[in-house]
């Protein structure tokens, strides 16, 4: 969606700059794509308590919470999953601009919807976190009971059982939550963001 040429942006006066050296770090996008039950939500706002106690900006876009209300129309139909990311994306680099980190915490299993969400956000804004465990460890934890649902067919469309995951090519950071505890994958996690957003 290219917008409408007639509308021009207004230049306000408080730059994205001004407000990362305010805050003392800079912003960018940290997108955690995985299986459902993989540890996305988890260590997101894990990671996100650890960086807010440290008295950064920081918020977590989670695919439950944003589904309530600004994605609430849309389906698990691949366009509808492809407008979600989009919508998603939009808002993200809103955030950016306001000099939060942001986290978004979203199955996303599509490379060219996470392809679209850089190049929405922007190349340099952008970071891929590929949260990975084996979908046999993800059904049994079945965090939310829908793996279940999905192998019965009460679900459709259900990631790994009746729909594609596409792992991440090239991923910026792996965490393998199989093999680390929690607290060893949220450390991992922070260091990473840390590095990329220090000033
Ligand atoms: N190293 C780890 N990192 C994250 N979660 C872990 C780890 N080890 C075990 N777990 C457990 O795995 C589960 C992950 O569930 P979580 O809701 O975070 O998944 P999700 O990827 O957000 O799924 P969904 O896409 O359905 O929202 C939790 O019960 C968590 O305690
Ligand atoms: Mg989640």
Redesign the pocket.
Known sequence: MSGNKNIQKFRGEVSREDRENIHGHRAAVFWFT?L????????AHAVEKELFDDLMRVYVFD??NVRHGLCADLSFAPTARTENIRRISEVAKLFVENSTVCLC?F?SPLLSDRQMAREIIGDNDFYEIF?TCPLEVCEE?D??GFYKMAREGKIKNYTGISAPYEAPENPDLIVE?DK???E??VTRVKEFILQKVKI
């Open positions: 995985g459902s039950g993989s540890g996305k939500s988890t260590i695919g439950d915490a199955i949260v934890r965090v939310k939550t680390e505890t929690l060893e994958s």
